[in-house]
């Protein structure tokens, strides 16, 4: 997260470690309910009901995101993250999809230009708290760097707008 090492490498890294399996995953997501941090809901409403779209851009994993989505009426066309990879017989590991971009450095950044392509965007603002977020400022025309759970210096210096949580944000969204 604070990008001493390139993204692809620290995610392989990462899951051989872990070495998931298909029942580890699916016992996690029983037994771990996804809490939010306090606000992001709001600003998330805020935009839907302003027919603003989100996207949810991660080096996470679909199989842990799509649920949030879900929840928050954010269609899973637009996430864009990782897919563990199961054996379909045994459900052991195999791998992760690395034609996904955000498998990758500056996969967001380029996530970040097909949308604004796509969709002809005049502008496109991001929210992260990783050295993979700054990557994707520019082709983002802001980058808030958020610190409500951690504080990386490199992102508390490289964002254009620094939050520690969510509602500061709703309060400005609010002004406009």
Excluded: C
């Excluded at 997501?29 to 805020?46: A, C, D, N, Q, S």
């Excluded at 496109?124 to 504080?151: N, S």
């Amino acid at each position: 997260m604070g990008g001493s090492v390139p993204f692809d490498v620290a995610l392989e890294n990462r899951l051989r470690i872990i070495n998931p399996t298909q029942t580890i995953l699916n016992n996690f997501l029983k037994h771990h309910p996804f809490y939010f941090t306090p606000g992001i809901e709001k600003v998330i409403l805020y935009l839907q009901s302003r027919s603003i779209p989100v996207y949810l851009i991660s080096g996470g994993f679909t199989q842990m995101i799509y649920p949030v989505a879900d929840y928050l009426k954010i269609s899973r066309d637009n996430v864009y993250a990782n897919t563990i990879l199961f054996d379909k017989h045994t459900g052991n590991y195999n791998g992760f999809d690395r034609t996904a971009p955000t498998s990758r450095d500056g996969g967001k950044a380029e996530v970040i230009r097909l949308l604004k392509s796509k969709y002809n965007y005049k502008s496109l603002i991001m929210v992260g708290d990783g050295a993979t977020d700054l990557q994707a400022r520019p082709p983002a025309d802001l980058m808030i760097g958020y610190g409500g759970i951690i504080v990386r210096e490199t992102v508390a210096k490289g964002a254009d707008w620094f939050v520690r949580d969510f509602h500061t944000v709703l309060e400005q969204l609010q002004k406009k």
